[in-house]
């Protein structure tokens, strides 16, 4: 019998994997990529009996695997918040999914969990951009906020790449380094290279955006592009999350140069979070949440086509 565990690249998918093993620890293959990377299952090769875990990445992108693991007779246990399609009725199949606005996978292990691992759980929140929920969930606890936001953001930002080359830490090596701990705060007690590796890359990265290139900007959005380096595909998506904080009523699109097209990052404007996904879906490698999306690859013919779309959005 194997026991697979399947999580998305970034700080939701890692710290729900992080939550669960120190509560249940197992011996498992890891199977993850970077944020993008969402199309996980069709890499699981599970057989009767199996375990697999799949923690953070859409049920709709990955309908067709999941229904082929079933099959096979594997079990599954699946926590999400993106958009599911239709969730199979299957006896082998427990899944825990909630596509309401202000939750993240993390947090539904964290009720799983009873809170048990809530410091991970408030950073992955704030990593996932849902700061206001980190927050409540960790009123009345003693936690240093103010370095959770910070670690959750550098591990969010880590999952941004073209390819898991880009990145700066594979994901699977990430989750290794951070499952060590019980606390975030004992983490970064113990291990500053890691921290300090994604603190100084997040700062150089972000130094190099600020030369980004206006495509067009409006009262209502404003789309940005980024050189072709893998630094542009690193910070793309945490770039973006800023500019949406600091310009809240405006929507935002990080278009970033790569094999002859662009890596897009969405985000709707913060004061309403609606439509990044529906603009996103017009495209054929588009896809994400309401708030916040991606195209994985827009052709460079098809730039004027998505600007004109992202007027119409916003
Ligand atoms: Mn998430």
Request: proline share 3%; glycine share 8%.
């Given at each position: 019998m194997?026991?697979?565990?399947?999580?998305n690249?970034?700080?939701?998918?890692?710290?729900?994997?992080?939550?669960l093993?120190?509560?249940?620890p197992?011996?498992?293959?890891?199977?993850?990529?970077r944020k993008?990377?969402?199309?996980?299952?069709?890499?699981v090769?599970?057989?009767?009996?199996?375990?697999?875990?799949?923690?953070?990445?859409?049920?709709?992108?990955?309908?067709?695997?999941?229904?082929?693991?079933?099959?096979?007779?594997?079990?599954?246990?699946y926590?999400?918040?993106?958009?599911?399609?239709?969730?199979?009725?299957?006896?082998?199949?427990?899944?825990?999914?909630?596509?309401?606005?202000?939750?993240?996978t993390?947090?539904?292990?964290?009720?799983?969990?009873?809170?048990?691992?809530?410091?991970?759980?408030?950073?992955?929140?704030?990593?996932?951009?849902f700061?206001d929920?980190?927050?409540?969930?960790?009123e009345?606890?003693?936690?240093?906020?103010?370095?959770?936001?910070?670690?959750?953001?550098?591990?969010?930002?880590?999952?941004?790449?073209?390819?898991?080359?880009?990145?700066?830490?594979?994901?699977?090596?990430?989750?290794?380094?951070?499952?060590q701990?019980?606390?975030?705060?004992?983490?970064?007690?113990?291990?500053?290279d890691?921290?300090?590796?994604?603190?100084?890359?997040?700062?150089?990265?972000?130094?190099?955006?600020?030369?980004?290139?206006?495509?067009?900007?409006?009262?209502e959005?404003c789309?940005?592009?980024?050189?072709?380096?893998?630094?542009s595909?690193?910070i793309?998506?945490?770039?973006?999350?800023?500019?949406?904080?600091?310009?809240?009523?405006?929507?935002?699109?990080?278009?970033?140069?790569?094999?002859?097209?662009?890596?897009?990052?969405?985000?709707?404007?913060k004061?309403k979070?609606l439509g990044?996904?529906?603009?996103?879906?017009?495209?054929?490698?588009?896809g994400?949440?309401?708030?916040?999306?991606?195209?994985?690859?827009?052709?460079?013919?098809?730039?004027?086509?998505?600007?004109?779309a992202?007027?119409?959005?916003?």
């Open positions: 194997a026991n697979f565990d399947v999580f690249g970034d700080a939701d998918g890692i710290l729900s994997l992080v939550q093993r120190r509560a249940e197992l011996d498992s293959t890891l199977v993850t990529g993008r990377d969402i199309k996980l299952l069709d890499r090769e599970a057989k009767a009996g199996d375990k697999v875990t799949v923690l953070d990445i859409s049920m709709r992108s990955n309908a067709e695997h999941l229904a082929r693991i079933l099959d096979a007779g594997a079990s599954v246990f926590v999400d918040h993106h958009n599911a399609g239709d969730i199979p009725n299957h006896p082998n199949l427990n899944a825990v999914i909630d596509t309401s606005p202000e939750i993240c993390a947090m539904l292990i964290d009720e799983a969990l009873d809170g048990d691992y809530r410091a991970w759980a408030v950073t992955a929140a704030f990593g996932d951009n700061a929920l980190a927050r409540a969930k960790a009345g606890l003693d936690l240093p906020l103010e370095q959770l936001e910070r670690l959750g953001m550098l591990v969010n930002y880590n999952g941004y790449g073209g390819s898991v080359d880009d990145l700066l830490f594979h994901p699977a090596e990430l989750y290794k380094a951070l499952s701990f019980d606390t975030p705060m004992e983490f970064l007690a113990s291990d500053q890691v921290f300090s590796a994604l603190d100084a890359g997040y700062e150089t990265d972000l130094a190099n955006a600020k030369n980004a290139k206006v495509l067009d900007e409006t009262d959005g789309v940005i592009t980024l050189a072709d380096k893998a630094g595909r690193r793309s998506g945490v770039f973006g999350n800023q500019l949406a904080v600091d310009n809240p009523h405006r929507a935002h699109a990080i278009l970033t140069a790569q094999d002859g097209g662009y890596l897009v990052s969405i985000r709707a404007p004061v979070s990044a996904d529906t603009l996103a879906l017009q495209f054929e490698t588009g994400g949440r309401s708030a916040a999306a991606g195209i994985n690859h827009l052709p460079e013919c098809d730039l004027d086509k998505f600007v004109k992202f007027r119409a959005a916003f």
